[in-house]
């Protein structure tokens, strides 16, 4: 099962872009990877999936390199309601065990 | 349609009594998932339904706690002789994942119990 590598917290301001990297340097084949987003007193909800190269959508893009070793996700022109934990899951299906990484706290100001 | 439904939302217990807490899948989905989140903590997974089987149980912290899904719909997560340090917000998840194909549904969360031991 593919760890994920995460940082901890990231600070921005309104309007600007943000870029939250995700590491996971044993991905398999058949591995997916899925970001959620998580505010305070609600349970994660899903925000993008991808396998290679870009994936977007209404609210985010998602980078995975030609290697996929790491994938980054890509929120544009961020508000204050974007705060929120974003945790990157890897997981293709090989095991039920899907386990979340420490998830990044980003913290967006005005 | 209606998404995961937990509940109670709240729940506040003495120490060394039972509870029992409730997930409603959405309907048609063939997994479901618990996790428990203390504060300020990630995500810990607790145990995986397919269908009504749960081949998975290691992520259960002990012997006090169980779950059981009937009918491939509703999940009970039971905890006997509740302890302080079980006290977190316990989530559910639902989807239609399936183990033998590429790629996977994502997960559908409830926004949890929060359970409060004293």
């Known amino acids: 099962l593919a760890k994920t590598t995460q940082p901890i917290s990231m600070d921005s301001y309104e309007g600007q872009e943000v870029n939250i990297t995700c590491s996971h340097n044993n991905i398999a084949t058949n591995d997916y990877i899925t970001w959620y987003q998580q505010f305070p007193s609600q349970g994660p909800r899903f925000i993008i999936q991808?396998?290679?190269t870009k994936v977007t959508n209404e609210v985010a893009s998602l980078f995975i390199p030609a290697d996929r070793k790491s994938s980054t996700l890509s929120l544009p022109r961020v508000s204050l309601s974007d705060t929120a934990v974003y945790y990157c899951l890897v997981d293709g299906g090989a095991t039920n065990k899907l386990i979340f990484g420490t998830g990044t706290l980003l913290a967006v100001q005005p | 349609g209606a998404g995961v439904s937990q509940s109670p939302s709240n729940k506040v217990t003495e120490k060394g009594k039972d509870v029992e807490l409730r997930c409603d899948p959405i309907s048609g989905h063939t997994a479901l998932y618990w996790y428990r989140q203390s504060l300020g903590q990630g995500l810990e997974f607790l145990i995986y339904?397919?269908?009504?089987?749960?081949?998975?149980k290691s992520g259960l912290p002990s012997d006090r706690f169980s779950a059981e899904r009937t009918g491939g719909s509703v999940s009970t997560l039971t905890i006997q002789r509740t302890q302080q340090e079980d006290s977190a917000v316990y989530l559910c998840?639902?989807?239609?994942?399936?183990?033998?194909?590429?790629?996977?549904?994502?997960?559908?969360f409830g926004n949890g119990t929060r359970l409060t031991v004293t």
């Open positions: 991808g396998y290679k």
């Open positions: 998840a639902s989807s239609f994942r399936r183990l033998d194909r590429e790629g996977n549904s994502p997960l559908h």
């Open positions: 339904f397919q269908g009504n089987s749960a081949p998975d």
